[in-house]
C-alpha cells in the first residue's frame, strides 16, 4: 500500500489541536479540582502526575523518536519496526511501573498520600500505551485521527469528573477515574492501530532486530527524557525541599499554563522532524531553513506570550481558581518566560537526537536538566529562601542555559551558511525578557513595549528576512494551499 504523506502543515495542526483540545480540557478539569478538593490534594494530584509523567517516559524507552526516524528512512518497513518496538516497550513500561510502585511505597513520608499516588503511578503502562500508537501514525506521518480521540477521551474524564466531585468524590476517586478513561483510550486506540497497519502478531520477532533496535532506542532515549521531566523535577523537587502542599498546588498550577502553551513548539517540532532527517540525508539546505526559522519564531513568540503573561496572567488564574491562589498568577508571570528558551531547546536537542547527534542532544539536555537540580538542591540548602520563587527562578535560568547549549551544538552538528542564524533572535529575546521583568510593576507599559520590541526588532534587526519566511511557507504547505485556494 503507497503511503501518502501530508503536509508538515497539516501534521503540525493535527499534533497542535490534538494536544490543545487535550490540554484545555485537563485544564479546565484541574479548575474544577480546585474548586471542589482543598489546595493539600491539588498539591497531591499535582505530585503524583508529575512522578508518573516521568515515569512513563522512561518506559516508553524513547520509541517517539525512534519510529520517526526509522519509518521516515524506510516507511516501508512500517510492520515490521512497529512490532519490534511494540516488543521492547511492553516489558519496559511494566517493569518501571513495578519500580515506581515499590520506591513509592518505601520513600512516600505521609501514608495519607500514599493511596492517591500508588494508583496514578499505576497509570504509567495505560498512558505510555497510548503515547506508543500515537507515535506509530506520527511516524507515518498520519496524525489527523489524534485529535478527536484527545477531545473525546479527557472531555469523558472531565463530565465523570465532574459528576463525581459534586457528588461528594474524594482523591482517590478521582486518581481512579484518571486511570480509567486512560486505559479505554488504550483500548481504542490499539484497535484502530490494528485496522489501519494491520501489524503483524509479537510472535514474528527476530532477536537479533530486537537488540539491534533496543541498543538504538536506549540511545534515543535519553535526551527526550531529560526534556520531558525538566518541568517535572520543579514540581518532585519542591515537594522535596519543603512539605507544603498549597506551595506545590500554586506551582502546578502556574506550570499547568506553562504546559499548555509548550504545545506549540512541541507539536511543530514533531510535524517537521521527518522532514528534518530527509533534509540532512540528502543535503537541502532550503529544509534545513525551515527548522532555523522555527526555532527563531518560538523566542519571538515566547516574548509576545511573556508580554500577554504581565497583564493577564495573575488577573486570569485568580478569577478562574480563586483568590487563594493568586500567588499562582504571580508565579506564572515570571515562569513564562522561559517558554521560549524551553520550547527552542526541546526544539534543537530533537533535532540533535534525530540526525544523530545524541551525545550533543544528551549534553545540552543535561545541561539544562542539572541547571534545575542545582537550584533545588541549592533552595533545600537554605532554609529562608521563598522556595516557590526561588523554583520559578531556577526554571528560568536553567531554561536559558539550555537553549545556549542546544544551539551551539545545533550549529556544529548541522552545516549551514550562517553560522550565526541563532544570535539575533538570542539577543531579542534577552532584551525582551530584561524588559518585561523589570517593568512587572507596571504591567501595561511592560506589556506594550515588549510587544513592540519583539514585533519590531524581529524585523529591524533582520532577525527574520523575507526569503526565509517564504521558504519557510512554502515548505509547510500553507503557501501552496493559499494558491490553491485562489484559483
Not at 501518502?4 to 489541536?17: G, T
Not at 473525546?152 to 476517586?173: C, P, Y
Not at 509576545?304 to 493577564?312: D, H, K, N
Not at 556544529?412 to 524588559?435: I, M, N, R, Y
Request: positive net charge; proline residues 3%.
Amino acid at each position: 500500500m503507497r503511503l501518502v504523506r501530508d503536509s508538515v502543515l497539516k501534521n503540525f495542526l493535527a499534533l497542535a489541536w490534538a494536544q490543545f483540545a487535550g490540554r484545555i480540557i485537563r485544564f479546565l478539569y484541574l479548575v474544577l479540582i480546585a474548586r471542589y478538593l482543598n489546595q493539600s490534594d491539588v498539591g497531591v494530584f499535582s505530585y503524583g502526575v508529575a512522578l508518573y509523567i516521568s515515569l512513563a517516559a522512561v518506559g516508553v524507552f524513547g520509541q517517539e523518536l525512534f519510529l520517526s526516524i526509522r519509518v521516515a528512512r524506510k516507511p516501508a518497513m512500517f510492520s515490521t519496526v512497529a512490532a519490534h518496538s511494540l516488543a521492547i516497550v511492553v516489558p519496559s513500561l511494566v517493569a518501571v511501573t513495578a519500580l515506581g510502585l515499590i520506591g513509592l511505597w518505601l520513600t512516600e513520608p505521609d501514608a495519607t498520600h500514599l493511596p492517591a499516588l500508588l494508583v496514578l503511578v499505576m497509570t504509567v503502562p495505560v498512558r505510555g500505551a497510548v503515547v506508543w500508537i500515537r507515535s506509530c501514525f506520527i511516524a507515518r506521518e498520519r496524525a489527523a485521527w489524534i485529535p478527536r480521540y484527545e477531545a473525546t477521551f479527557r472531555g469523558i474524564e472531565l463530565l465523570l469528573g465532574m459528576v463525581a466531585l459534586s457528588a461528594g468524590a474524594g482523591l482517590i476517586l478521582i486518581c481512579l477515574l484518571h486511570w480509567a478513561v486512560w486505559f479505554l483510550e488504550g483500548a481504542v486506540a490499539w484497535r484502530l492501530l490494528v485496522r489501519a497497519t494491520g501489524l503483524p502478531p509479537i510472535g514474528k520477532i527476530a532477536s537479533s532486530l530486537l537488540i539491534r533496535y533496543w541498543k538504538a532506542s536506549a540511545a534515543l532515549m535519553v535526551s527526550p527524557w531529560l526534556l520531558l521531566i525538566f518541568p517535572q523535577i520543579a514540581v518532585i523537587g519542591l515537594r522535596q525541599v519543603q512539605q507544603d502542599m498549597a506551595q506545590l498546588a500554586y506551582l502546578s498550577v502556574a506550570l499547568q499554563f506553562f504546559t499548555t502553551l509548550l504545545i506549540l513548539p512541541v507539536s511543530l517540532m514533531q510535524a517537521i522532524v521527518p522532514g528534518v532527517v530527509r533534509a540532512v540525508r540528502y543535503r537541502d539546505d532550503a529544509g534545513l531553513m525551515v527548522m532555523v526559522t522555527a526555532l527563531k519564531m518560538t523566542l519571538i513568540i515566547g516574548a509576545l506570550l511573556g508580554a500577554g503573561s504581565i497583564l493577564a496572567g495573575p488577573r486570569v488564574i485568580a478569577a478562574l481558581f480563586g483568590p487563594e491562589y493568586v500567588v499562582a498568577g504571580q508565579a506564572f508571570a515570571w515562569l513564562i518566560w522561559g517558554l521560549g528558551p524551553f520550547s527552542a531547546a526541546y526544539m534543537a536537542i530533537s533535532v540533535l537526537n534525530s540526525v544523530g547527534a545524541r551525545m550533543a542532544a544528551i549534553t545540552a539536555a543535561g545541561v539544562m536538566v542539572a541547571g534545575m537540580v542545582v537550584a533545588m538542591v541549592w533552595i533545600g540548602a537554605h532554609d529562608s529562601v521563598d522556595a516557590l520563587s526561588a523554583t520559578v527562578v531556577g526554571f528560568l535560568v536553567a531554561s536559558m542555559l539550555g537553549m545556549f547549549a542546544s544551539f551551539l551544538s545545533l550549529r556544529k552538528a548541522v552545516a549551514l551558511g550562517d553560522e550565526a542564524w541563532w544570535l539575533g533572535a538570542t539577543c531579542l529575546f534577552g532584551g525582551c525578557l530584561v524588559l518585561g521583568l523589570l517593568g512587572i510593576p507596571s504591567p501595561l507599559w511592560a506589556s506594550v513595549g515588549v510587544a513592540v520590541l519583539a514585533v519590531g526588532g524581529s524585523l529591524a534587526f533582520g532577525v527574520l528576512s523575507k526569503e526565509e519566511l517564504s521558504n519557510a511557507l512554502s515548505r509547510s504547505g500553507l503557501l501552496s494551499g493559499a494558491l490553491v485556494a485562489r484559483k
